[in-house]
């Protein structure tokens, strides 16, 4: 099935932790995104990759650090796991062309809900 | 700047009945507009967008047209299901950057 997956998609851990949440687009889409879901379900965009290199980085804690092997896969690092970090997050892809006004939709992940204890 | 703000939930209907959920937005150009579903448990599909002006997206009963005058695509179905429950999320593109809303909630009852 061509699609966007990630993993876990479930992740309970306690503070203090260091977990990675992994993703893969077979798609052939060239840029890969990281989004957090709150509990209110507000959806805020945290990392943008093209073709491995970091195109949007907002304002997120140093703690967060995306890491893109290739064009395919996106993975998302936490360090010193804290009660806040407690969300659904979601990867999601597209096919983009650089400098260009894109206009096509993204494609998401499952998402994967992560639990802090 | 690009912003979408859609109308708050949740929104309870019966089945069979007309739905409505607003979405209005800010954009600086001509963004592409996006309907989103989120079932529950489930990750963001893409339901229906429109790319400029006037254009009206479909799918599976849904329909929106993307309205210039007045910076709206409303998201509308003539006869919801109780399979139609779910989060529904408006969304534009910008340039390279997705703006979402806060979603609505839509509850069908049997």
């Known amino acids: 099935d061509t699609a966007v997956s990630q993993t876990p998609k479930y992740l309970v851990t306690q503070m203090g932790n260091d977990k990675s949440i992994k993703c893969e687009q077979n798609?052939?889409?060239?840029?890969m995104y990281w989004y957090k879901q709150d509990s209110k379900k507000f959806l805020k965009i945290m990392f943008s990759?093209?073709?491995?290199?970091?195109?949007i980085n907002e304002t997120v804690p140093n703690r967060f650090s995306p890491k893109s092997p290739d064009k395919a896969h996106l993975n998302l690092h936490i360090n010193s796991l804290e009660l806040g970090d407690s969300a659904v997050y979601f990867c999601?892809?597209?096919?983009?062309?650089?400098?260009?006004?894109?206009?096509?939709?993204?494609?998401f992940g499952s998402g994967t809900r992560l639990t802090v204890v | 700047g690009n912003s979408v703000t859609q109308m708050e939930g949740p929104v309870t209907l019966s089945e069979e009945a007309f739905l409505t959920i607003n979405c209005t937005y800010t954009?600086?150009?001509?963004?592409?507009l996006f309907w989103y579903v989120q079932y529950p448990g489930e990750g963001l599909q893409l339901l229906l967008k429109?790319?400029?002006?006037?254009d009206k997206g479909s799918n599976k009963g849904f329909e929106a047209t993307y309205r210039k005058e007045t910076t709206s695509f409303h998201l509308e179905k003539g006869s919801v299901q109780v399979s139609d429950s779910a989060v529904y999320f408006c969304?534009?593109?910008?340039?390279?950057?997705?703006?979402f809303g806060s979603g609505t909630k839509l509850n069908v009852k049997p």
């Open positions: 990759y093209n073709n491995k290199e970091l195109i």
């Open positions: 999601a892809s597209s096919q983009d062309r650089a400098g260009a006004n894109n206009r096509d939709g993204y494609t």
């Open positions: 798609l052939g889409h060239d840029t």
């Open positions: 429109a790319t400029k002006a006037d």
């Open positions: 969304a534009l593109r910008g340039f390279n950057k997705f703006y």
């Open positions: 954009a600086t150009g001509y963004p592409s």
